[in-house]
């Protein structure tokens, strides 16, 4: 004899979060940037970071960082990714390699630039090798954003999708 309806409703909600985290789908948190230039939701658990410029947004979740910069003026795809392509450089992976096809794509209707990368980084005398994630995103005429995150290639392989996630994400208000 099946178990009456009202039996399993407390099975519910545990359940549909097991099979939510089995599945990979991870609960999003929104973020709106203060000055209403853009929005984008987070995995569950990362949170902005104190920031030193308005324009510069770190969110983590003590492990893995990502960065948002908005830039003003700058609506070009090409241009945002160009723009954190730089930072990657200057961060130290001089000679990023790409890994796959760096794609245009459409993001909320607006059009974007993503691609992965990886390459060595001086760690005092050692060279360690990392992954990046950059994206670019033109918002409207007066300005986009680029996104810039860098991890462990082990790290990077599990949370890629979650990080594209964020990144697909992201919008005006």
């Given at each position: 004899?099946?178990?009456?309806?009202?039996?399993?409703?407390?099975?519910?909600?545990?359940?549909?979060?097991?099979?939510?985290?089995?599945?990979?789908?991870?609960?999003?948190?929104?973020?709106?940037?203060?000055?209403?230039?853009?929005a984008?939701?987070l995995?569950?658990?990362?949170e902005?970071?104190?920031?030193?410029?308005?324009?510069?947004?770190?969110?983590?979740?003590?492990?893995?960082?990502?960065?948002?910069?908005?830039?003003?003026d700058?609506?070009d795809?090409?241009?945002?990714f160009?723009?954190?392509?730089?930072?990657?450089?200057?961060?130290g992976?001089?000679?990023?390699?790409?890994?796959?096809?760096?794609?245009d794509?459409?993001?909320?209707?607006?059009?974007?630039?993503?691609?992965?990368?990886?390459?060595?980084?001086?760690?005092?005398?050692?060279?360690v090798?990392?992954?990046?994630?950059?994206?670019?995103?033109?918002?409207?005429?007066?300005?986009?954003?680029?996104?810039?995150?860098?991890?462990?290639?082990?790290?990077?392989?599990?949370?890629?999708?979650?990080?594209?996630?964020?990144?697909?994400s992201?919008?005006?208000?």
């Open positions: 004899m099946a178990p009456h309806r009202s039996v399993l409703r407390p099975f519910a909600v545990p359940l549909l979060a097991v099979a939510l985290l089995a599945t990979g789908v991870v609960r999003a948190a929104p973020f709106e940037d203060p000055l209403g230039r853009f984008l939701e995995p569950s658990g990362w902005l970071k104190p920031q030193a410029h308005e324009d510069v947004f770190v969110f983590s979740d003590g492990k893995q960082n990502v960065i948002v910069q908005y830039l003003a700058v609506a795809p090409a241009a945002l160009r723009s954190g392509m730089d930072n990657l450089i200057g961060g992976m001089a000679t990023p390699k790409p890994d796959g096809e760096t794609r794509l459409d993001v909320n209707g607006r059009p974007a630039r993503l691609g992965a990368f990886s390459g060595d980084v001086a760690a005092g005398s050692m060279k090798t990392l992954a990046a994630l950059v994206g670019g995103v033109a918002l409207d005429d007066d300005g986009g954003v680029f996104l810039l995150w860098i991890a462990d290639p082990k790290s990077f392989g599990k949370l890629r999708k979650t990080v594209e996630g964020a990144f697909g992201i919008r005006k208000p």
